[in-house]
């Protein structure tokens, strides 16, 4: 799956978990600074990510992901 | 061979009484927002909570019990002398000898029956409730007082703001009687002992500390099996249910828990945690006293009810409301 693929498909959760626009949803963006989204929806944020693109990722990880660029990065390299 | 003897049980056991006590001091965000760096909004957003109670001094793990017990002997109409099991569910007895089971008891003027403390974090209730239904059945206790009492605020860091804001106090309890007719489905039970210390007080400290990103994790995503399992082993399905009434950890999760079971306006949902905060083993007889209280759920009504705290540990079962 490529870099926009997962971009857009980050964008659709973050949309439905958070109620981030997608256009908001970009590389650079912080979830918590930027996007207001807390502790606890990024752990659903992260249950989503796993059901869509069969990642997992354990709670020590969701802590080194702090961008949605670092999401991407993270899908990216741990898809099967 | 000399075999041995069973007694005779009963074929069901049902809720006969409910009693609750809720602490004094009711205490808002607004009086938390004072004393550390948090407020209303952030409060309310997180963890659903607008204000709880805090037990004052002359508040008691014993004294609430028998207060929440003494309520539920006198709306089940039966005397002290029928009683012959007690199961106290708590997570904050600041010493852990003696269990206080048998002192409630002794105060209540029960006379002489089995008596325990059971420590199942914040499922301490449901599984009480299980093991007084199953004593019941199997004859080993004709009539059963439970009660699940808390306070939480003694092991509570008051300068950690992610665990201060939620924990709080109280008590409730329910008298179990036999019956033709079950009013207490199988219990559904599990434990995830790798997560032990999620949720702890460690060794040489006072208070508790809470993973809360792990916990919400397990609570959301696992535990719905479990919901499942018990409306299974109980014969009856979602479209049964009237009440929905899980442990009030998190607003969040008791939301997310109705929303994975497609429980839809005709279900009540306790939301008690609004007002009382998080009680541990005490927040669901608290939960259904409230919603019997203000008219929402009816005597009759078909519960399922759900604990899941500290251990890992989960329970659940369907029971129709006294």
């Known amino acids: 799956m490529s870099r926009e693929d997962i971009q857009s498909g980050l964008a659709e959760i973050l949309e439905e978990v958070a109620g981030v626009a997608p ?3 970009t590389p650079e ?46 899908v990216e390299s741990h898809q099967g | 061979m000399t075999r041995i003897q069973l007694r005779k049980g009963a074929p069901g056991a049902r809720i006969v009484g409910l009693g609750d006590y809720r602490p004094r001091r009711r205490v808002t965000n607004d009086e938390l927002a004072q004393a550390m760096d948090t407020s209303d909004e952030w ?27 003494g309520k539920a002997l006198a709306a089940s109409g039966m005397a002290p002398d029928e009683i012959d099991l007690v199961i106290l569910a708590s ?4 010493a852990p000898i003696p269990g206080i089971g048998p002192q409630v008891a002794y105060r209540l003027g029960i006379p002489r029956p089995g008596a325990l403390d059971l420590n199942a974090g914040c499922a301490g209730f449901c599984y009480s409730l299980g093991l007084a239904s199953d004593a019941i059945r199997a004859g080993d206790a004709r009539n059963a007082l439970v009660i699940g009492v808390e306070r939480l605020t003694d092991v509570t860091d008051m300068s950690d703001r992610s665990t201060a804001v939620i924990f709080a106090d109280g008590a409730g ?37 809470m993973a809360g990103q792990a916990v919400y994790r397990w609570a959301t995503t696992k535990l719905t099996e479990t919901l499942v399992e018990a409306m299974e082993r109980a014969g009856v399905g979602p479209g049964d249910i009237d009440v929905f009434a899980p442990h009030q950890a998190n607003l969040r999760i008791v939301e997310q828990m109705t929303k994975k079971l497609g429980f839809g306006d005709d279900v009540v949902v306790a939301r008690d945690i609004v007002r009382s905060g998080n009680t541990s ?42």
């Open chain 2, 281 to 322: 083993a005490a927040s669901i007889p608290l939960a259904l006293s409230a919603l019997l209280e203000s008219g929402e759920a009816k005597s009759g009504d078909l519960a399922l009810v759900l604990g899941y705290g500290a251990g890992l540990t989960v329970a659940g079962q369907v029971l129709v409301l006294p």
């Open chain 1, 23 to 25: 256009a908001d949803a």
């Open chain 1, 29 to 74: 963006k912080s979830f918590t600074e930027d996007l207001d989204v807390d502790s606890l929806s990024m752990v659903e944020i992260a249950t989503a990510v796993e059901d869509k693109f069969g990642v997992a990722i354990p709670d020590d990880e969701l802590g080194n992901i702090k961008t949605v660029g670092d999401a991407i990065d993270y």
């Open chain 2, 43 to 69: 409060i309310r957003s997180r963890v659903g909570i607008a204000e709880r109670r805090w037990a004052a001094e002359d508040e008691t793990l014993v004294e609430m019990a028998v207060a929440a017990g």
């Open chain 2, 173 to 209: 309890a329910v008298v179990l009687a036999a019956s033709d007719e079950p009013g207490i489905g199988p219990v559904a039970w599990g434990s995830d002992g790798d997560q032990f210390n999620a949720i702890e007080i460690a060794a040489g400290s006072s208070t508790m500390t």
């Open chain 2, 91 to 94: 997570a904050s007895l600041r």
